[in-house]
């Protein structure tokens, strides 16, 4: 059991940082067009709080047996930073203030979190308040394709939902899932379980509306599946690099 246990921990680690690095993309574009254009910084900044919570969750002195829970969300941390502060130095003056502001809700929130856990609480109680707060926003980040469905079903093409983003997020929330039953963990478990079933939704658009990819009317701006709890608007060819 231990062993499963480890196993689908280390396979969760994987599947979770190809979703984290899937924004590269829009980075890229960024980075080379010195404009953030009209994408949202706000999904990045909200995955950093789900990151920075969810690898304060898995520390041993907040919750024991899950090391890789933090060692993935430490990464993911490190990486929707870098994506954050791209984001500013490239966005006009009004977003910028805007994503510094939230960036600065989001610490507060973390620190909160974390200084309320290591102050107030102890044992059970502890691992409980981190608990919620972690699966609070692991769950807003998994919901974050249900607009991207909604793009699918409404123009009956899978023109922006990439086949494997789909997959990484099915095979992410499953690992984890199990991992957290495994566990015997429902701050683990629940959230990722909520996870697995959208990405099999995901997998089964793509499979009904796989035929149509490219030939539907395709809307003025649709939204992209990235990991983060928003949406961010993107053009027919950043979707195909994926």
């Not at 979190?113 to 059970?124: D, E, K, R, T, W």
């Given at each position: 059991m231990d062993v499963l246990h480890f196993l689908f921990g280390v396979f969760g680690n994987a599947t979770a940082l190809f979703l984290f690095l899937a924004p590269t993309i829009t980075f890229k574009r960024i980075i080379r067009s010195k404009s953030t254009e009209q994408f949202s910084g706000i999904p990045y900044v909200m995955t950093l709080l789900n990151c920075l919570l969810s690898a304060w969750y898995g520390l041993p002195f907040v919750s024991k047996n899950n090391i890789l829970v933090s060692t993935i969300n430490g990464a993911g941390s490190v990486i929707e930073t870098i994506y954050v502060v791209v984001f500013i130095i490239y966005a006009a003056k009004k977003e910028k203030g805007k994503i510094l502001g939230l960036?600065?809700?989001?610490?507060?929130?973390?620190?909160?979190?974390?200084?309320?856990?290591?102050?107030?609480?102890?044992?059970?109680?502890?691992?409980?308040?981190?608990?919620?707060?972690?699966?609070?926003?692991?769950?807003?980040?998994?919901?974050?394709?249900?607009s991207i469905m909604r793009t699918v079903i409404k123009t009956k093409s899978v023109e922006y939902m990439p086949f494997f983003l789909s997959l990484f997020v099915f095979l992410c929330g499953t690992s984890w899932f199990v991992y957290g039953l495994l566990g015997r963990d429902p701050f683990v478990a629940v959230p990722n379980g909520v996870g697995c079933g959208l990405g099999a939704i995901q997998l089964i658009l793509y499979f009904i509306y796989r035929d149509n990819k490219g030939e539907a009317k395709k809307p003025i701006s649709a939204p992209s599946l990235e990991m983060g709890p928003g949406k961010n608007h993107q053009e027919k060819q950043l979707v195909e690099q994926v």
């Open positions: 960036l600065t809700l989001v610490l507060a929130i973390f620190t909160g979190v974390a200084l309320v856990s290591l102050c107030a609480l102890h044992g059970n109680a502890r691992k409980l308040f981190c608990g919620c707060a972690a699966a609070i926003f692991s769950i807003i980040m998994y919901g974050s394709p249900l």
